[in-house]
């Protein structure tokens, strides 16, 4: 959805480039190298946090030159071994990371000295990631504990244009002045603060064997837009918070957030039909900074993410709510459209044996973007949602549903979202409608189907 927390970034949010196929060359100390230098390869690895590379919006690259960034994330499950990821996906040219640490974070921009491990890249200190590439790092043995916070410090010796980064983070990260390697600092030297996550893409842990990852796919209500900066209450943060309870705080299911503010299920900005809408030039000077279509991006920010088993799939309200507001009315998707596409990623998840769980399309009447004022729901465009949700409660093409509508509705008024629940805009969820959300999620969609009587005797 449209982003509300920053007018600028919102608006940003709204045009989005189909990225040609990526590199999949990593450059290692000069030397090339693939993910499997990361550890083992017997090693059982799941995701514990991730977000989705995003390009930076054009007139706002930050760039880093002789200074380290010290990167928050909060992790849903544990583990005991450790590596990140890091993403040059939009680069153009090679990136340098002179040095990187990993700790547990203690307070602010500060760490647990004892936790402090130093990352390797092919057992090298530095590494040197191909533009349009990722690079992985070694493993580090480390206490992680689910649902804590881990801190990560990038050291940049060179200028590092952070084409690609995460936009809406909802986390404050921590900058160093230009004075060289503050990656090991127990006590942060904080020069500036900054509210994305750039070029740090994935943090996994090693849990037991049957450890595994729900990626939960969508635009910006998975993104958290509308909740607390740093309070962590976007609903898959709700949900890791639940599982874990559940399991006294063993649950071995990570959940990764690759929601994008904007995000598109079947198109981006890339295709020239839309050019030409109402707001051309308001979204001209943001780029592409809302990331591929979700059918393009798919296999990166999902089947390719370490241990997944289960998909939720949070697409395509923005592809009903563009068109005459962003977009010309020309480019307006059906319902049928919507359908289908969903039904390309079921289909491309179940041939990976991903478990899939669709969720309905909350209310949008009055939804409002604010600067400069746009108007987005109009009556066909509630009837294409309500055509959407149909297929969701009925289908039985998929393993679980979530009814995201249901939950934050008014009931007096369904077509538009319980007033406690609006961040504002009449499209965003605040901190209590996502919380509200989270809590609806049935845990059981996540547990090992029960087997037949023919299976528990070993009969097909």
């Known amino acids: ?139 580090v043995d480390l206490e992680v504990p689910a649902l804590s916070d881990l801190a990560i410090s990038l050291f940049f010796p060179e200028v590092a244009a952070a084409t690609t980064s995460h936009t809406l983070a909802m986390q404050t990260n921590y900058v160093s002045a230009e004075n060289g390697d503050s990656t090991a600092a127990v006590k942060f030297p904080v020069d500036n603060t900054i509210s994305a996550w750039p070029f740090l893409t994935g943090v996994d842990v090693t849990p037991s064997p049957g450890g595994a990852a729900i990626v939960a796919f969508g635009s910006s209500t998975t993104d958290g837009d509308g909740s607390t900066k740093d309070s962590n209450h976007r609903w898959p943060d709700v949900l890791a918070e639940r599982l874990q309870k559940e399991a006294n705080g063993k649950a071995e299911l990570g959940v990764l957030n690759e929601g994008i503010i904007g995000n598109r299920l079947l198109s981006d900005g890339h295709s020239p039909g839309q050019r030409g809408g109402p707001f051309e030039e308001t979204l001209r000077q943001y780029g592409n900074g809302l990331g591929d279509a979700g059918v393009a991006r798919f296999e990166r920010d999902v089947l390719d993410q370490a241990g997944v088993k289960f998909v939720v799939l949070v697409l395509g309200i923005n592809d009903i709510l563009f068109p005459g507001a962003f977009i010309p009315a020309s480019e307006s998707v059906s319902a049928e459209q919507v359908i289908a596409g969903n039904r390309q990623l079921i289909e491309r998840a179940h041939k990976q044996g991903i478990r899939v769980i669709e969720t309905t399309i909350p209310p949008f009447e009055d939804a409002t973007f604010h600067q400069p ?39 007096s ?42 299976e528990k005797r070993g009969n097909p």
């Open 373 to 411: 004022v746009i108007k987005f729901s109009t009556p066909e465009k509630e009837a294409a949602r309500q055509q959407v949700n149909a297929w969701i409660r009925g289908s039985r093409e998929f393993e679980g549903m979530i009814d995201f509508d249901q939950v934050l509705r008014d009931p």
């Open 413 to 454: 008024h369904p077509a538009r979202l319980l007033p406690k629940y609006d961040a504002g805009d009449h499209l965003h969820a605040n901190d209590a409608g996502y919380i509200a959300s989270g809590n609806a999620v049935s845990l059981a969609l996540f547990r090992a189907p029960e087997k037949s009587e023919g």
């Open 1 to 139: 959805m449209i982003s509300r927390t920053d007018a600028s970034v919102g608006a940003h949010c709204r045009c989005v480039l189909l990225v040609a196929a990526l590199a999949v060359l990593v450059w290692i100390g000069g030397s090339s190298a693939s993910s499997a230098e990361a550890g083992p390869a017997t090693e059982h690895w799941i995701g514990t946090w991730a977000t989705a590379p995003q390009p930076a919006i054009p007139s706002r690259v930050q760039a880093f030159r002789n200074q380290t960034v010290r990167l928050i994330v909060h992790v849903s499950a544990g583990g005991k071994r450790v590596r990140i990821k890091i993403s040059n996906t939009y680069g153009e040219q090679p990136l340098l990371i002179g040095a990187a640490h990993l700790a547990r974070r203690a307070n602010g921009a500060d760490i647990d000295a004892a936790s402090d491990r130093k990352l390797t890249f092919g057992r090298k200190g530095s590494a040197k990631v191909a533009a349009g590439a990722m690079a992985v790092s070694d493993p």
